[in-house]
């Protein structure tokens, strides 16, 4: 979300004040886009609020070779998607593996290929969520797609970036949405139903899914009750008001009825007409039945009894206005009357207040007037609290964001309320990203995870772990950004020469086979600080025009007998970006920033023309 319009939430406490403030992953040092090497010079520099950024790409060996400066102007982009300098990073040696996204993308004419994805997804896990950015599908694909169980279909925003962005088949799209990905998820964004069925895919715990499916079974009731409350606890009664006989028509009694309420609103001094009037109950000719009225808002509610006793000094001396309650708590409320004329009897009662709050939405533009906003809000309180007699505890008092923490401090008279600690979460910080060619054979997910969690160890067996003459599955070296499949050619057969003023590399180790290149369609990427760095120039290289899709470039190869030390005469765009980062910054060795998945994966670029709509399903026999 982009945090120049994000909304900040302010909740403020009489004896604990809180404040809202986004999500944060845990805080981990700048993923190194801050300017902090002594050899960048001043061509590489961008200045954004305030900071200085080296903007360009270093090669790891040699820091002293750049390439051509990236556009200052994409700053705001990687600060939306958090890759300037982040705070929201991964630590894996203190930390378990988040639960990651399954994340993919289609265009109309890859659709059918999508459904063979998915089908193959429900096989090994019937429950697992995939998110599906709409890159062009046709209204009936995204509905259809809307339609599938644990399905949710985003539109990619073409319209944030560059136009050139919208070329499809450059692939610049894939980075953005592999950095979109990788940021927290706003779980407060979901209706209740996907709440749940998000809990149940991501449990494991059987009792837990009995509760859950508990909660779902419960929940529409509640909702129901829960809609019931809000009308109830904006609706008065008002009792004792005369009533016309039934052989009047129904158009006239509700009419009169109307009149006679709009009268009695008058003398409460409540400026609106109410949402609905009837009466309740069966007729009775000996006596009038109750009335229910049902305000607008609760402000109306809350006037209309505060001046319920001026009824007294009118014509309507014998009507009682009082607010509605359900049978439960009439009966309490007649309870605690009685109790109250029984015990206090000549004593005298003084009441405390606790939990007072004073809410607050704002935009970051507009700090300096929500603080003074609050700042009269809390005098208000004060003032409240001594005409009342009400002792508040301004030492227990506490501000919390939703957002940043402002730099002006909020006062209660000549006390100075202390900020509270920010609330931490964090959603899922990896992602699977697969294009639609994907098709999963078997679950070695594990496989994958177990080459980043050795992270943890490494601290404990450090030595053997970073032994060269171990593999690197062994020594713990694998990145935190990991491709999969092979692509049968070298990095440079498949690069336009281009793309090396940005990203400077060893020509000669990128022919070797130990720097192959891999395929983009298929990743990995858990949001650490090495796989930050490495999707922030990624990103980076999408946003410039002549960085991904360099003057010249054709996707159509026309490879010789070498693979691997002619070029082809063609470019692979993203795969190209990929493979030259992950080279560079791993030794040009693909066993470092390559898994070992195996054949847990097929490539297959056509669709299944065997799949059905019971393929799709989320549950055996559903």
Known sequence: MSRGKSQLLLIICGAIVILYTFAHMKTSPPSGTALQDKLTGDECLCRYKNVSYDFCYHLPQNRSINGRRFNCNFAPYLDSLDLLQSEQLIDLSDEDLPTPAFVTAMSENHYYEGLTLIAYMRKLWPRQKLIVYDLGLSSNSAENLKGKCFVEVREFPFNKYPPYVKRLLEYRWKPILIASGSQEFDYSTLPCKELIETILQKNTDPEIEKIALALKSKLPQEVADAVDSEKRERSIVICGLPECGMDRPLLERQKNLEEKVAGILDVLKVDCLPEVVFRMGTYNETRPRLVKVVLPSRSHWLKALANAHALRR???????????????????????????????????????????????????????????????????????????????????????????????????GETTIQFQNQI???????????????????????????????????????????????????????????????????????????????????????KKRESMSHDANFAFIVRTSDGLEILKWYVMCALEEDCMAPPGSRLWCKFTRDRFNDYANCHRYDQAAINLLLANSHEYNFKNYVSSIGNGILIKREPDPGITEKDLLCSKGS
């Open 314 to 412: 009118t014509d309507y001396r014998n009507v009682y206005v009082r607010k509605s309650m359900t049978a439960a708590e009439r009966a309490r409320d007649y309870e605690l009357r009685q109790q109250a004329r029984e015990r206090n009897q000549d004593m005298k009662i003084q009441m405390f207040a606790d939990d007072i709050k004073i809410y607050l939405s704002y935009t970051e533009n507009e700090q300096a007037i929500a603080h003074e906003a609050i700042s009269r809000a809390i005098n208000k309180m004060l003032c409240w609290s001594k005409e009342w007699e009400l002792p508040l505890n301004l030492s227990k008092t506490v501000a919390m964001h939703f957002g940043a923490t402002p730099e002006m401090p909020y006062r209660c």
């Open 424 to 510: 931490v979460l964090k959603e899922f910080g990896a992602v699977w990203y697969m294009d639609t060619s994907v098709r999963w054979i078997k679950d070695s997910r594990n496989v994958v995870y177990k080459e980043l969690t050795c992270r943890r160890r490494a601290d404990s067996n450090l030595s053997s772990l970073q032994n060269t003459t171990l593999p690197s599955s062994k020594r713990c070296v694998k990145s935190a950004f990991m491709l999969h499949h092979p692509s049968s050619h070298s990095i440079f057969a498949t690069t336009n020469r281009g793309m090396y003023a940005f990203f400077p590399t060893n020509i000669e180790a990128i």
